[in-house]
């Protein structure tokens, strides 16, 4: 089974700032199937970029993802309040899938 | 609207089964495969199996082998996911999503988890 490893686990950081972060597999990943989702306090995840760099429907462009082989990362250009949640990186391949553990950006 | 509506939140006791389910509306049920989605109070997401409506073909995690059953009724369009003796360790938010894939050049790609349930609570407690 892939295990996916983000760091950092949280992330403190202002608005407008720049956040980055990053999701490491322990063996190489398609980067077509890579995903990455916000998730606020009682709510459903949120997908946000599939194919480890297309946006999801209806998502700013401030959100950017990168990477291949076993590194990834989410890139949020400048920081709005909305923001800040937690975000995981997940992997499907042959069937099954697996999320990282998760990175909590707040408010600094 | 294309949604997942899930069940409403269980309280139960250890030893105890339950049943929830996840109906899908506004899109093509059987062309989708739906996943079950784990989460622990206070903890990260864990995916527990897949199944693709259609003809019901069933995909479990290692973990979640043998503790759970992922079943669906396509006349229906609801996804189910079932214990049959629940634990104190199974207390938590379960959420069904729906798996996208589509083409990419010539490769069948995933699109990700793009729709969610709103999460049924499951709390086993004696």
């Known amino acids: 089974e892939i295990v996916l490893t983000q760091s950092p686990g949280t992330l403190s950081l202002s608005p407008g700032e720049r956040a980055t972060l990053s999701c490491r597999a322990s063996?190489?990943?398609?980067?077509?199937?890579l995903a990455w989702y916000q998730q606020k306090p009682g709510q459903a995840p949120r997908l946000l970029i599939y194919?480890?760099?297309s946006r999801a429907t209806g998502i700013p462009d401030r959100f950017s993802g990168s990477g291949s082989g076993t590194d990834f990362t989410l890139t949020i250009s400048r920081l709005e309040p909305e923001d800040f949640a937690v975000y995981y990186c997940?992997?499907?391949?042959?069937?099954?899938?697996?999320f990282g553990q998760g990175t909590k950006l707040e408010i600094k | 609207e294309v949604q997942l509506v899930q069940s409403g939140a269980e309280v139960k006791k250890p030893g105890e089964s339950l049943k929830i389910s996840c109906k899908g509306s506004?899109?093509?049920?059987?062309?989708?495969?739906i996943g079950w989605v784990r989460q622990m109070p206070g903890k990260g997401l864990e995916w527990m199996g897949i199944?693709?409506?259609?003809?019901?073909?069933?995909r479990y995690s290692p973990s979640f082998q043998g503790q759970v059953t992922i079943s669906a009724d396509k006349s229906t369009s609801t996804a189910y996911l079932q214990w049959g003796s629940l634990k104190a360790s199974d207390t938590g938010i379960y959420y069904c999503?729906?798996?996208?894939?589509?083409?990419?050049?010539?490769?069948?790609?995933?699109?990700?988890?793009?729709?969610w349930g709103q999460g049924t609570t499951v709390t086993v407690s004696s």
């Open positions: 506004g899109y093509t049920f059987t062309n989708y495969w």
């Open positions: 194919g480890a760099s």
């Open positions: 999503a729906r798996l996208s894939f589509g083409m990419v050049g010539t490769y069948y790609s995933y699109f990700g988890m793009d729709v």
């Open positions: 063996q190489s990943v398609s980067s077509s199937s």
């Open positions: 997940q992997q499907y391949g042959s069937s099954r899938g697996t």
């Open positions: 199944i693709y409506p259609d003809d019901s073909d069933t």
